[in-house]
């Protein structure tokens, strides 16, 4: 099998660990407080990861003038995005989250072009504009469907598009920093630095010796495989795999991701797909469509 192939399907299992991941998560929220939840996810991971990363920070140490923005980006990649993921997960829909964070692309586009000065061509602004509408529909479908009767399921919306900008945030801030440190080195700073600021939250429940105990055997599952797949197997097969296919693949290969979650959610979860979900999830398909046609192309003509 050719590197290409096998980058392709480290990013495959990526997405899918990903995706497979979020059921898993909104069901362990159900009883377990959400940043209490992210708090454990990130200490576990910053454990197995250390004795593999050590070297490599003690080689390559983060400079005094690079702290602040890895600070802040790590604020945004890891205490908003995660952060507010988490909480919006717990309020929502496995179903509705999906589609609104499959919209990241869109919005890191139209970011670059505000921010970075990169180019959006007539499509990619055809498809934002799309994807928007789409995403407005999809936040606003608890209303639609329930009146105010499901003012969770609304606020839980609102709160991972919140995720989702932060995550944008986070890959605008990061474009320059990555090129001085290793991708891992620099997520295992941002998990640090996540765990740091969820730490007051989770205090009142990492210090209760009987939190430990009511800790269920799925509770515990759910937490091992958040941490063990979707953080660190997921992130290192990312990594591993965008050195040998170019990032039009693995954008698409991306998609894998939501359609895993919102499949899963479906058959296990029991969630429905309403009309109005439909409706703004078409549009957002059509807003994605749009602008990854575009990326396709520009790679392709050089």
């Given at each position: 099998m050719s590197l290409s192939a096998l980058g392709v399907l480290a990013h495959l299992l990526a997405s899918f660990f990903w995706g497979a991941a979020a059921p898993?998560?909104?069901?362990?929220?159900?009883?377990?407080?959400?940043?209490?939840?992210?708090?454990?996810?990130?200490?576990?991971?910053?454990?197995?990861?250390?004795?593999?990363?050590?070297?490599?920070?003690?080689?390559?140490?983060?400079?005094?003038?690079?702290?602040?923005?890895?600070?802040i980006a790590g604020f945004f990649g890891i205490s908003l995005n995660i952060g507010l993921y988490f909480w919006g997960l717990s309020k929502t829909t496995v179903i509705d989250s999906s589609v609104i964070l499959s919209t990241t692309s869109i919005f890191t586009a139209l970011a670059a072009y505000l921010f970075l000065k990169e180019r959006l061509g007539i499509k990619a602004f055809i498809g934002t504009i799309?994807?928007?509408?789409?995403?407005?529909?999809?936040?606003?479908?608890?209303?639609?469907?329930?009146?105010?009767?499901?003012?969770?399921n609304l606020i839980g919306n609102i709160v991972t598009f919140g995720a989702m900008l932060g995550w944008v945030?986070?890959?605008?801030?990061?474009?320059?920093?990555s090129k001085k440190y290793d991708s891992l080195v620099l997520a295992y700073y941002s998990f640090a630095f996540g765990a740091i600021t969820f730490l007051p939250f989770a205090l009142k429940d990492i210090l209760n010796p009987f939190f430990y105990l009511s800790l269920t055997p799925f509770l515990i599952f759910a937490i091992l495989v958040e941490t063990i797949f979707a953080t660190i197997g997921a992130y290192l097969l990312f990594i591993?795999?965008?050195?040998?296919?170019?990032?039009?693949?693995?954008?698409?290969?991306?998609?894998?991701?939501?359609?895993?979650?919102i499949l899963i959610s479906i058959i296990f979860l029991g969630e429905k797909l309403t009309l109005p979900f439909i409706v703004g999830a078409s549009f957002v398909v059509c807003g994605i469509v749009l602008v990854e046609l575009r990326t396709f192309r520009r790679s392709h003509n050089h």
């Open positions: 898993l998560v909104k069901i362990a929220l159900e009883t377990l407080p959400p940043f209490t939840f992210v708090f454990l996810r990130m200490i576990l991971a910053l454990i197995i990861l250390t004795p593999f990363l050590l070297p490599k920070i003690k080689k390559h140490p983060l400079k005094k003038k690079d702290i602040p923005m890895v600070i799309l994807s928007f509408l789409g995403i407005i529909v999809v936040i606003g479908e608890p209303l639609l469907t329930n009146g105010f009767f499901k003012l969770d945030s986070y890959t605008i801030l990061n474009k320059e920093i591993w795999g965008i050195k040998y296919i170019s990032a039009t693949v693995a954008g698409v290969l991306g998609y894998v991701n939501p359609i895993v979650a």
